[in-house]
């Protein structure tokens, strides 16, 4: 079973403070995502990384960062939080698929059980 | 225009009941569909993909129409246990990558006793 895994349920932070959030999947999948999910709003990616070290702008990447030091491990950073980041997270992870003629697909994303963050 | 349109519902509906959400999509190079389910206050799940030719699996059944850019997804004799949110999701094709998933803003489902 795939298994993918976040630091924390819940956290609460105040404005201004530096917000850690990590996810760890332990399928040695190359692809790991961010998501953010607001009622109405769905599901809105902020970052993905294909590989150790590379990482991509989704949608929505202001105010945040990533990291992606090793292959099961994707870190989002909230350099400085403000109470518009309020929200749930949700981290994802999936293989990528060849397919004729070179191009490439992600396959089924796996998703953590996501951390609601407050930010005060 | 957004990239996935879904009917946010709610749709209640009895058990025992046929319900059929449509999903439209904005991307003709969209190449890859799926529908996710997401319970409440838990993570999505692949429920299905969705193939050219329509797909089955028990009481869900899943059809693409390239034509009209759109997605549906019938559920026959629906359960308590089917009342959660379902996500249409699209993935594009071209000549470069396709790490990206796209998600509609999901349509809830109620199945009442």
């Known amino acids: 079973d795939v298994k993918v895994t976040q630091s924390s349920r819940y956290l609460v932070k105040r404005t201004g403070e530096k917000v850690f959030l990590e996810c760890v999947q332990d399928m040695d999948h190359e692809n790991m995502f961010w998501y953010r999910q607001d009622p109405g709003l769905g599901l809105r990616l902020i970052y993905f990384?294909?590989?150790?070290?590379?990482?991509e702008k989704g949608d929505i990447p202001e105010g945040y960062s990533v990291s992606r030091e090793k292959k099961e491990r994707f870190s989002l950073i909230l350099e400085s939080a403000s109470t518009n980041q309020t929200s749930m997270y949700l981290c994802a992870s999936s293989f990528t698929l060849g397919l004729a003629g070179g191009s490439y697909r992600t396959d089924t994303q796996y998703f953590g059980p996501g951390t609601r963050l407050t930010v005060l | 225009r957004k990239e996935v349109e879904q009917d946010p519902g709610p749709f209640n509906v009895p058990e025992g009941a046929t319900v059929a959400f449509n999903c439209t999509y904005s991307n003709s190079a969209s190449q890859s569909f799926f529908w996710y389910r997401q319970d409440c206050r838990k993570e999505p799940k692949l429920l299905m993909s969705?193939?050219?030719s329509g797909n089955e699996d028990g009481r869900f059944t899943a059809q693409l129409n390239r034509a009209s850019q759109y997605i549906s997804l019938l559920i026959r004799d629906s359960k308590l246990s089917d009342s959660a949110t379902y996500l249409c999701v699209v993935t594009p094709i071209s000549s470069g990558s396709a790490r990206q998933l796209t998600f509609g803003s999901g349509t809830q489902l109620t199945v009442l006793p």
């Open positions: 969705v193939y050219s």
């Open positions: 990384s294909y590989d150790v070290k590379m990482k």
